[in-house]
């Protein structure tokens, strides 16, 4: 239960830092800093609890790479997807006033952007949290939250840069993105997931 | 008396950042980087003299967790207050030319939004700096300042982003914010300071 | 070959980064810290397979210093360089309606800039990457990403800020740089990997 | 004399990088995230071999805490200051055509912002990378090169944002300062240092 409720802090304040930035009068050009560092301060509060995940395709990877239980695959995310919906809900709230308009996808270029964008994060979060060749570094959470800053600066103009499906539905539910474009997050985030899971296993044959 | 004198200086620090950053020709868009940096600097100098709250509401929640003698509690809060007044009077000598107009709040979102920054804070640092798992990491300062850094991107926008008693008092000196406010503050922080080590009690059970 | 592949992914990460934050609309003055962040990210999470050199004077300058085979030069290479071919096609395909103008070099200071640039990189490089005296430190990627962050920020605007041959390359094929101005890259940055492994052993000589 | 090369290296990187951002088209309001990241890593570069001073003050600060041998100190000064011009000299043949406006001072605010700033820069120098308390840790160049970041925003538009002879000679030399000015740079920088070496024995008395 304990890992579930951080999985749903974590959640929350990555999306809802997402929502306050990037609607209306936010942080602006400065928004993908912002974003990443939320993921960055709730994986370094949270990983030795719940692994610090907050994403359903990192998830997916870390129980293919072998360091989640099955057990906990559905139930982490729900937690994230509900922790989205909570923090859409507060902001919609504290944006009341503000309009989102969503973003118009061209489909091939954002399913191309989820998926390297995904890759990424999930493996730089194998590879600095789950491996042992780096066990007990202190910038694990550095490296996975400025990943997201990175892939927003670079891709979030393309597909709006979510790189997890938790995120996905909440921007959604924030009117930031279309129902209809809900798919290219599930089906770009999670195959890349997958796919960084079996890099990893593939650069690190030495490390089940 | 030593410890008095770190947790005057780092709030001091603090809080003089604040003011330069903010008021007139400061730092902009970019005012939460110097600030949350600011706070990560003092985090690394001071944690390991007076742990290194430069906050009430942080030394209320390392006390409910156990971390704070009851007996520092109020010199703690009084050195964090003296330092917040110290800076803003240098802050107003500095500025002396430059005029703040103390920001327009709305009652019911502002407090939300300071529950949330300051909820978000103290969870992190318990985490981080008190948690017997993440015992010697060298990130515990990047991830406590970079959290005042987020939610002030985040929710600065709502409630001027406080997330402090001490800053907010300061910042009430500084004309930033109105006297008939400091309450939002002073209720808000507190309150979420005290939830915050419910939280790491019941996320950690097994650390005393 | 998972060293080759590690090289080659984190190549495809820089370069791609580059192109997406530089060309049309992309991340303005922000883009230097998008860029030193990516080759931060990718020397945390593949250092420990490859050594995360992405760049072939930071592994001229290790072969020098004496960590990295001579066996292993040309294939590390050629990996960064079809890294670096591999992002410039990802970013054609997704920048299709931006047009990069080749920016304009003098090539005295471009030299300079390129030689003053790369020097720094691989000098921090072999000192917090390969020095006994910091072995085991959790920074070498911050510390390494964030020297092309401050490069780029202090001399891009004289030579483009590449520091980097296989990026050179892939900014090349972008039309960001003309072809007649690749051996400026060549040169400089190959001649500063090569001082700067000079330099290390000067300043370590114990460590062999 | 490998320590004073360091010195000389570190200090070119930092007096270049602040003359490259902030004459002419530089790196505009980020020119404090260059500057910081420049010490920072440098600090993380050379900390090493010669402590990673390249600040006069800093120098002063480090000895009066017993850090330094008094045989080092006007080695190290001579180093720094030779840095500095050196940078001095690339960055006036890289600028040729910007022309630097020196700022005008008030002396009394600018001899406080140097002195707070250069006693915060002190400060954490002497309890992150000197302590007993805190060796060992990755966060040290992060911390020190922040706080210039920190107080450049702060305190950079009231006095320039030296917080170091060394950088204020170089500054001097690029126009960007008065030479009748020199002298509140070396005044309040040394009673800072001096004051933070103080401090430092004050709150760490067990600490020799």
Redesign the interface.
């Known amino acids: 239960m ?1 890992k579930y ?2 999985e749903f ?1 974590g959640t929350f ?1 990555l999306v ?2 997402i929502g ?2 990037v609607i209306g ?10 974003i990443g ?2 993921l ?2 709730m994986v ?3 990983g ?2 719940s692994g610090g995940h907050y994403n359903p395709a990192v998830t997916l990877a870390v129980w293919l790479r072998g360091r989640c239980s099955a057990a906990d695959v559905v139930p982490y995310w729900i937690s994230q997807i509900l922790g989205a919906l909570a923090a859409a809900s ?1 902001v919609l ?2 944006k009341g006033d503000a309009v989102a308009t969503p973003a118009d996808l061209k489909v091939a ?1 954002a399913l ?2 989820e998926f ?1 964008g995904t890759f ?1 994060l999930a ?2 979060v194998l ?2 949290a789950t ?1 042992k ?2 066990a007990g ?7 996975i939250g ?2 997201v ?2 892939m927003a ?3 979030g ?2 597909s709006g840069g979510a790189f997890n499906p938790a995120v996905a539905t909440g921007i959604t539910v924030m009117h930031l993105e279309k129902v209809a474009n809900l798919w290219i997050y599930l089906a770009g985030d999670l195959a890349a997931g997958a796919l960084a899971a079996l ?1 990893f296993k ?4 030495e490390d089940k």
Chains 1, 2, 3, 4 share one sequence.
């Open positions: 304990k409720l951080v802090i304040v809802m830092t306050m930035t009068t936010g942080a602006g050009a400065l928004a993908p800093l912002a560092s939320a960055m301060i370094y509060a949270g030795h609890v507060v709230f504290l270029p191309l952007a390297i990424a493996y730089v590879n600095v491996s060749n780096t570094n202190s910038n694990y959470g550095l490296a400025f990943t800053m990175v600066f670079a891709l103009g393309v890099t593939f650069i690190n044959p």
